[in-house]
């Protein structure tokens, strides 16, 4: 399975866009790139997922480079209630069933 | 909505009690995950099962067993529990085909102390 690594930690000013990056540089051609999210006390939620194209969806924008082997999550006006533990993964779906998350990067908006 | 129910919110075990996490899905989900959750480690994946009665090893299957005798139910046993199976536990489904085949929906967590 391809390993992922991201930034520990990083802060957002509330309003402005938050750039997520997250490095997957042994991804195989059949593998995509999964962004999960974790609020406090919360179980993780879904936010997008892509394999080569750049994704938009009502949450985020996912942009993945020319080679794959990076990618950055943006969140576009970040808000206080996004403060929360932000996970990337790789997997090939439907086949592969074993998810693992890393540590992930946790993302404290400021006001 | 898809919903996973997991039974408790908090727990507080004994050493050596034999411990059942149960989980719940109510939209027909093939796939069920168990996860553990500690600080600083992110999720780690015990067990998984991609069907009824069939289950595979995560990462760290050491000191659980699983159990899934319905589709909608998947449950996390600790045998004999231990005080370094104090951990947040995460259930979590995801359906085999469909648009949503790539969305894996957690259930709350069970916070289990073991003292």
């Known amino acids: 399975d391809a390993k992922t690594t991201q930034p520990p930690s990083m802060d957002c000013a509330e309003g402005r866009a938050a750039n997520l990056p997250c490095n997957h540089s042994?991804?195989?051609?059949?593998?995509?790139v999964y962004w999960y999210r974790q609020i406090h006390s919360q179980g993780p939620q879904y936010i997008i997922h892509?394999?080569?194209n750049n994704e938009t969806n009502e949450m985020a924008s996912l942009i993945i480079t020319e080679d794959r082997k990076s990618s950055t999550l943006i969140l576009p006006h970040a808000t206080l209630r996004d403060t929360a533990v932000y996970y990337c993964i790789v997997r090939v779906p439907p086949d592969d069933y074993k998810l693992s998350f890393g540590a992930g990067t946790t993302v404290t908006v400021r006001a | 909505d898809v919903k996973v129910t997991q039974s408790s919110r908090y727990l507080v075990k004994r050493t050596g009690e034999k411990v059942f996490l149960e989980c719940v899905q109510d939209?027909?989900?093939?796939?069920m995950f168990w996860y553990r959750q500690d600080p600083g480690l992110g999720l780690r994946l015990i067990y998984f099962?991609?069907?009824?009665?069939?289950?595979e090893k995560g990462d760290i299957p050491e000191g659980y067993s699983v159990s899934r005798e319905k589709k909608e139910r998947f449950s996390l046993i600790l045998e004999s529990a231990s005080t370094n199976q104090t951990s947040m536990y995460l259930c979590?489904?995801?359906?085999?085909?469909?648009?949503?085949?790539?969305?894996?929906?957690f259930g709350s967590g069970t916070q289990l102390s073991v003292l």
């Open positions: 979590a489904s995801i359906p085999g085909v469909g648009r949503d085949a790539v969305k894996l929906f």
């Open positions: 042994t991804i195989s051609g059949n593998e995509y």
């Open positions: 939209m027909d989900h093939e796939n």
């Open positions: 892509g394999l080569k």
């Open positions: 099962s991609y069907d009824v009665k069939m289950k």
